[in-house]
T-cell receptor
Framework: GQQVMQIPQYQHVQEGEDFTTYCNSS?????IQWYKQRPGGHPVFLIQ?????EVKKQKRLTFQFGEAKKNSSLHITATQTTDVGTYFC????????FGTGTSLTVIP | DAGVIQSPRHEVTEMGQEVTLRCKPI?????LFWYRQTMMRGLELLIY????????DSGMPEDRFSAKMPNASFSTLKIQPSEPRDSAVYFC?????????????FGPGTRLTVT
């Protein structure tokens, strides 16, 4: 079954509000990736984290890999309508799994 | 440079028919992945090739599904016979490096409808 869970499943925010999605694995991951899929589109690679406790930033997006390498988060500061889409984490352990995804809606 | 190319983009077929989905990975990429995406099951990895060799096919649902990669620039996913529950978007993705999956580049997908 699914070994990489994400919460929340859905999130509606007002434009300008912050947004966070959390990714949790039942096993230790060697690395974690984040992807964004726009409605009707395909997943697009955003970033990869490899080190325990690693934090990376891309403009308004902040990605974090947990100390135990079992969880990760993506935080978006001051959301914009262009942030709409589904955000997936994907982890490599014994196998490779995509998370369940968090669908973000930004209300203008 | 062209990205991952998939064909057809849309396929509508009747139950029992054979369906073949095609993928051309990005030139120079060593790894190729086939995924299936549905609302119910999310994004599922079906099979993974490295240097044209199938490495992990544990995600292939059943014997009706088969995948081949005869050379570095072409792969197919075949469903025979197709069933309505196979309706989904099928994505192909390629990756530039080694055994462990690294950043993957997805194609636009094939939307399959089986009636």
């Amino acid at each position: 079954g699914q070994q990489v869970m994400q919460i929340p499943q859905y999130q509606h925010v007002q434009e300008g509000e912050d947004f966070t999605t959390y990714c949790n694995s039942s096993t230790t991951l060697s690395n974690i990736q984040w992807y964004k899929q726009r409605p009707g589109g395909h997943p697009v690679f955003l970033i990869q984290l490899v080190k325990s406790g690693e934090v990376k930033k891309q403009k308004r997006l902040t990605f974090q890999f947990g100390e135990a390498k079992k969880n990760s988060s993506l935080h978006i500061t001051a959301t914009q309508t262009t942030d709409v889409g589904t955000y997936f984490c994907a982890g490599s352990g014994n196998q490779f799994y995509f998370g369940t995804g968090t669908s973000l809606t930004v209300i203008p | 440079d062209a990205g991952v190319i998939q064909s057809p983009r849309h396929e509508v077929t009747e139950m029992g028919q054979e369906v073949t989905l095609r993928c051309k990975p990005i030139s120079g990429h060593n790894s190729l992945f086939w995924y299936r995406q549905t609302m119910m099951r999310g994004l599922e990895l079906l099979i993974y090739f490295n240097n044209n060799v199938p490495i992990d096919d544990s995600g292939m649902p059943e014997d009706r599904f088969s995948a081949k990669m005869p050379n570095a620039s072409f792969s197919t996913l075949k469903i025979q016979p197709s069933e309505p529950r196979d309706s989904a978007v099928y994505f192909c993705a390629s990756s530039p490096t080694g055994y462990q999956p690294y950043e993957q580049y997805f194609g636009p997908g094939t939307r399959l409808t089986v009636t």
